[in-house]
């Protein structure tokens, strides 16, 4: 019989159906319950992991009370991260959040704070982090292969969040341009746009990469889409004691990254002052130049094993190892990315550098 009983609460976000997925693909879990408030959100998921209608609820409250889940997973709007983390927190279950971490400090901290006496942990789901070519990237920093990190390079996103649903199946672009007026994605009040979206994937991996470090300061530009409240790219540049590193979010990319690398290429080249590390989404190999081969050399990715290949497995092997959540799911590291998307969101809105916000 299954050991842990998970719930998926809130579908605002579409990555609900791929954490769903890992959790019905786990050999010790059973889903006991997914909730929205509009059921309908939920109904490709009921039908995918044969969910029966009495695990099927638009009330959270009734869901965790009935189910009595040991792990929620919760995918709600940016903007209502700290939210819900409060809604569910009291009940007594470890959280996995879907990225980003929230939409400002303040809610960052609110979440913290909301876990903090619950003995129970909090994870902030970042993909990203999964892919073996990143994994692998990071397994060389750690090693020393090139060096101490003095800068990181990221440009990431695909073509809108409304061109696919979960287990990336495609919609047309009349059904995206349909919904734009409608989403939370395009609605600054609940976090919509690429920045809050994408830009803390690459300061949090960053800061990864970084070994925890953070800038002094940063500055960001955005766009102004015409009909549109929030922005479909930024760039922010964090200037480091060590130096300068770039971040840069796209909704708009010519291909999605799943399917074909659009250019430029999404994913990280990570700069040490003894070689980089070019590490590029959904890629097989990654490139490593070293002092001992500046011209370079491709590498196989790592191979992911359990627990490593989702958040669902790692959350359960901190739970039952008794460990902290470590890298780029951890609340302390997350937060260092979210210093770093605060003060990108404010230098853009300001139009100047700003000191990173505490």
């Not at 919509?192 to 990469?209: A, R």
């Not at 300061?217 to 015409?226: C, G, H, I, L, N």
Request: aromatic share 10%; net charge negative; charged share 25%.
């Amino acid at each position: 019989m299954a050991k842990w009983k998970v719930a998926g609460i809130n579908f605002d976000h579409l990555h609900m159906g791929d954490n769903l997925r890992m959790a019905f693909e786990h050999e010790d879990v059973e889903i006991v319950g997914v909730c929205d408030e509009r059921p309908e959100r939920m109904q490709q998921a009921v039908e995918n992991f044969s969910i029966p209608q009495d695990r099927v609820f638009s009330d959270y409250r009734a869901c965790l009370e009935q189910t009595r889940p040991d792990i929620v997973l919760l995918c709600p709007a940016t903007a209502e991260h700290g939210e819900w983390t409060e809604k569910v927190a009291p009940f007594g279950v470890h959280i996995i959040m879907e990225k980003p971490f929230a939409a400002t400090l303040e809610e960052a901290d609110r979440m913290i704070a909301a876990m903090a006496d619950t003995g129970k942990l909090l994870a902030i789901n970042w993909p990203l982090a999964w892919y073996p070519p990143h994994r692998t990237a990071y397994r060389l920093v750690a090693e020393g292969v090139i060096g101490e990190v003095i800068e990181v390079h990221y440009y990431d996103g695909n073509r809108g969040p409304l061109w696919h649903v979960a287990d990336k199946i495609e919609r047309t672009a009349t059904d995206v341009e349909g919904e734009k007026p409608e989403s939370w994605f395009y609605k600054r009040a609940a976090g919509g746009g690429s920045l809050l979206d994408y830009l803390g994937y690459g300061t949090t991996l960053g800061t990864w990469y970084m070994g925890g470090r953070a800038p002094i300061e940063v500055t960001a530009t955005v766009d102004s889409p015409q009909g549109l409240e929030v922005d479909e790219h930024s760039v922010t540049v964090a200037r480091y004691e060590q130096g300068l590193s770039k971040f840069e979010t796209r909704w708009g990319t010519f291909t999605d990254p799943w399917s074909l690398q659009p250019q430029p290429k999404c994913g990280f080249v990570i700069v040490g002052r003894e070689g980089t590390i070019s590490s590029y989404d959904y890629e097989e190999t990654i490139r490593v130049q070293t002092r001992e081969s500046p011209a370079g050399e491709v590498l196989p990715v790592d191979a992911l094993e359990k627990p490593f290949q989702n958040p669902v497995q790692y959350a359960i092997y901190c739970i039952e190892e008794g460990k902290e959540i470590e890298g780029p799911l951890a609340p302390a590291l997350c937060r260092v990315g979210q210093q770093i998307v605060d003060t990108a969101f404010q230098s853009a809105a300001q139009k100047r550098t700003l000191p990173l916000i505490q």
